[in-house]
């Protein structure tokens, strides 16, 4: 049973930060691209960056490029995202996946998702 856990949202004010993880079990991540996804109220599913399996590859929606920074501790067996100057328009749930193909992490995401973590920005 593979199951992925998103931690560390919250409501943080325009201009702060946040940390947000993902811990896998039931499945190694190391051997997996692994990417994070949002979805603001009323809106589609979209992607926000994604790490190669060995950490060595990251890739990132023009929306978040600068602000953000995806990592992983395979040791750990989860991945992290790092997201500073948060905006009001970052307000949605955030979601893991992953993926054997680079492809499908970075559009559509995998075939198992987390249960979300909720990130808030007040203006």
């Known amino acids: 049973q593979v199951e992925l856990v998103e931690s560390g949202g919250g409501l943080v004010q325009a201009g702060g930060s946040l940390r947000l993880s993902c811990a896998a079990s039931g499945r190694s991540l190391s051997s997996s691209n692994t990417g994070w996804f949002r979805q603001a109220p009323g809106k589609e599913r979209e992607f926000v960056a994604a790490i190669g399996w060995s950490g060595g590859s990251t890739y990132y929606a023009d929306s978040v490029k600068g602000r953000f920074t995806i990592s992983r501790d395979n040791a750990k067996n989860t991945v992290y995202l790092q997201m500073n100057s948060l905006k009001p328009e970052d307000t949605a749930v955030y979601y893991c996946?992953?993926?054997?193909?680079?492809?499908?992490?970075?559009?559509?995401?995998?075939?198992?998702w987390g249960q979300g973590t909720q990130v808030t920005v007040s203006s």
């Open positions: 996946t992953f993926a054997p193909q680079w492809r499908v992490v970075t559009t559509t995401g995998g075939d198992y």
